[in-house]
Structures are given as structure tokens and as C-alpha cells.
């Protein structure tokens, strides 16, 4: 069956439900790029707070990236994610330390700075990779050291959401299915 001829067989429910999976995926292509430019559209992602020189906080392993998923019900169009932590990066917010957390804290804390490497005399070296892991190791023990019930802001790094971006490629999808339906509904009324 061509392009053509499902329209031709199409209905307005049909055209409307057409309308959305072709906007969902151009959005979820659209949020997918986010990743690519570090930011929501425009607006860059802050830098996280943790010295790390392993790329962008966002991208370390691509599990959010991987995990954001659509869903389409009654020509709305959903994003979730099944990860715990998704929804504090996008939209931002405060989390609250518990001991569990302070145990990876330390543990990051002992792996970043047992990465150190010394010189043939005992001493730490002067390298570049040895004092951007000193300054993580230092972030690590900072956060390693705070209370249990104490605040971490976690500042917004939005990838999914409503964006003026997103218009005129909404605003493109709806035209072009409305002018190849029209178009395919005119010919069966002329002779």
C-alpha cells in the first residue's frame, strides 16, 4: 500500500490519530536531541558541581537518555521515564540526604582519590589529571560529610517539555497531513 492510498482510505479520527504519532515522534526525536546539545533547545545545561572530566553529567552512561519513552492515548502524547531520577533533572529541585547516600559519597570520594598517582618519593604529583581528581575527591568528601536530612538542590537540566521550538515542526506535520488528506478527499469527488 502506497503513502497515498492510506490517505485516500482515512477517515478524520484516522487523520487525527495520524496528526499525533507524527508529532510524537518528531518530538521525541526533538527531546532526543537535547542530549546531543547539552541543553533544553536553547538554554544550556548548567555544569555539575562534581569534578568530573567524563563529559556532561547528563551523558555519563546514556541510561536516561535511553530510557525516555512515548506513549500515545486519545491524541495525547506522554514522556516518562523509568528511572527514579528523571523527573529531579528535569525539572529541578531539592533531594534529601540519607545514608545510603553518604556511603556512595564516600565511596566515590576513596575511588577518586585512590586514583592519585604519587611520584617515585611518596609524594602526590603535580599532573593535570592528578589535581582534577584531588578536586573531585574533595567535592566527594564535601558531600560525604553532610548530615543525614540535609538539602542537595539539584539545579534544572531539562530535556523534555513545551518549547517554541517545537511549533513550526508541529505547526508543519499538521499541515502537511491536513493538505495530503484534503488533496486525497477532493479526488474522489471530482470525476
Same mark, same amino acid.
Given at each position: 500500500?502506497?503513502?497515498?492510498?492510506?490517505?485516500?482510505?482515512?477517515?478524520?479520527?484516522?487523520?487525527?490519530?495520524?496528526?499525533?504519532r507524527d508529532?510524537?515522534?518528531?518530538?521525541?526525536?526533538?527531546f532526543?536531541?537535547?542530549f546531543?546539545? *547539552?541543553?533544553?533547545?536553547?538554554k544550556k545545561?548548567?555544569?555539575?558541581?562534581?569534578?568530573?572530566?567524563?563529559?556532561?553529567?547528563?551523558?555519563?552512561t546514556?541510561s536516561?537518555?535511553?530510557?525516555?519513552?512515548?506513549?500515545?492515548?486519545?491524541n495525547?502524547?506522554?514522556?516518562?521515564?523509568?528511572?527514579?531520577?528523571?523527573?529531579?533533572? =528535569?525539572?529541578? @529541585?531539592?533531594?534529601?540526604?540519607?545514608?545510603?547516600m *553518604?556511603?556512595f559519597f564516600?565511596?566515590?570520594?576513596?575511588?577518586?582519590? @585512590?586514583?592519585?598517582?604519587?611520584?617515585k618519593?611518596g609524594?602526590?604529583g =603535580?599532573?593535570?589529571?592528578?589535581?582534577?581528581l584531588?578536586?573531585?575527591?574533595?567535592?566527594?568528601k564535601g558531600?560525604?560529610?553532610?548530615k543525614? @536530612?540535609? *538539602?542537595?538542590?539539584?539545579e534544572?537540566?531539562?530535556?523534555?517539555?513545551?518549547?517554541?521550538?517545537?511549533?513550526?515542526?508541529?505547526? =508543519?506535520?499538521?499541515n =502537511?497531513?491536513?493538505?495530503?488528506?484534503?488533496?486525497?478527499?477532493? *479526488?474522489?469527488f471530482?470525476?
Amino acid at each position: 500500500m502506497t503513502f497515498l492510498q492510506i490517505y485516500k482510505k482515512m477517515n478524520i479520527k484516522e487523520l487525527e490519530n495520524k496528526i499525533t504519532r507524527d508529532v510524537a515522534i518528531e518530538l521525541a526525536d526533538e527531546f532526543d536531541r537535547n542530549f546531543e546539545r *547539552k541543553a533544553f533547545f536553547d538554554k544550556k545545561w548548567q555544569h555539575a558541581k562534581i569534578l568530573n572530566s567524563r563529559g556532561s553529567l547528563m551523558m555519563r552512561t546514556g541510561s536516561l537518555r535511553k530510557s525516555i519513552r512515548y506513549s500515545v492515548k486519545e491524541n495525547a502524547i506522554l514522556f516518562s521515564s523509568s528511572l527514579p531520577y528523571a523527573s529531579i533533572h =528535569n525539572e529541578g @529541585g531539592e533531594i534529601i540526604v540519607t545514608e545510603k547516600m *553518604k556511603r556512595f559519597f564516600w565511596a566515590m570520594y576513596y575511588k577518586s582519590s @585512590g586514583a592519585v598517582t604519587k611520584t617515585k618519593k611518596g609524594t602526590v604529583g =603535580n599532573s593535570q589529571r592528578n589535581q582534577r581528581l584531588t578536586a573531585e575527591a574533595n567535592s566527594w568528601k564535601g558531600l560525604a560529610l553532610m548530615k543525614v @536530612g540535609q *538539602k542537595i538542590k539539584i539545579e534544572q537540566r531539562q530535556f523534555v517539555g513545551d518549547h517554541p521550538a517545537l511549533d513550526r515542526p508541529i505547526e =508543519n506535520i499538521i499541515n =502537511n497531513n491536513i493538505a495530503l488528506f484534503s488533496n486525497e478527499q477532493a *479526488k474522489t469527488f471530482m470525476p
